[in-house]
């Protein structure tokens, strides 16, 4: 095995056990391979390990990325914070947006998003822990947007997306309290199946509060250079 197998392996074992700890059924959780600073050659190599669903978080890198690996089935997820002006690319290219967290976003989205083309799939990120820093809308405007964003017609309303501030597994039940409330009260339940949480060092965690995608970067491709 290489080492892209055995980090993969590793990950795969990880989120199977934490399921088994959680009484989860393991194929409930998705690993989304977070590739950002990586280049399109160690992204095929994942692809080769059996990965299709890979993360990206800067636009203009993702872009080269998908046109380089164009013949590959890759599913692109935009990772990253979704400014205003960029929202045709990650409709156009992505089959997946986590960071929606304004209306206008989403309608942007819906609007530029072809016809002939599948709804792109969305998660509404939460800013769970009332982070000063982070993006995000906060836990009461969950239900206005849910209820706003699931009209648009070439979206797919799909659950949350949190990053809550290290070691804050209480924050992973929140996230997890407000996706089920939103669930209870959804027109199509059965489209609200999504809860994005769970990077590399918090995984576990995630995971036994109800993650159903674990966002992996570090574990899967080890430590990321920012210098490049
Ligand atoms: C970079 C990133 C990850 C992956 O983080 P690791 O700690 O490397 O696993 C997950 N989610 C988001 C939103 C990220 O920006």
């Not at 989304?32 to 399109?40: C, D, E, G």
């Not at 013949?71 to 690319?89: P, S």
């Not at 799909?158 to 939103?182: E, H, S, W, Y």
């Not at 209870?184 to 995630?206: K, R, V, Y």
């Amino acid at each position: 095995m290489n080492s892209l197998q055995k980090s993969r392996q590793h990950v795969l074992e990880q989120i199977q056990h934490a399921c088994q700890q959680a009484q989860r059924d393991p194929a409930e959780v998705q690993l989304l391979a977070v590739s950002k600073t990586h280049p399109s050659a160690v992204l095929q190599e994942m692809y080769q390990t059996g990965q299709r669903a890979f993360g990206e978080n800067y636009l203009q890198e993702a872009l080269e990325k998908i046109e380089a690996l164009q013949d590959l089935e890759i599913e692109w997820h935009f990772i990253g914070h979704v400014q205003r002006n960029k929202t045709k690319h990650l409709a156009e290219k992505f089959a997946w947006v986590h960071g929606v967290d304004r209306l206008i976003i989403a309608e942007r989205l819906s609007n530029q998003r072809s016809d002939q083309q599948a709804p792109l799939n969305i998660c509404l990120q939460v800013n769970i822990d009332g982070q000063d820093s982070k993006d995000g809308c906060s836990p009461g405007e969950v239900p206005a947007l849910v209820e706003q964003s699931s009209r648009l017609p070439n979206l797919r309303l799909r659950g949350l997306m949190v990053i809550p501030a290290p070691n804050n597994t209480a924050a992973f039940q929140d996230a997890k309290q407000l996706f089920d409330t939103v669930k209870a009260q959804h027109a199509q339940p059965a489209d609200w199946d999504t809860l994005s949480m769970g990077m590399s060092g918090d995984l576990n965690a995630a995971i036994a509060a109800g993650s159903t995608m674990v966002r992996i970067g570090t574990a899967l491709f080890g430590a990321r250079d920012y210098s490049k």
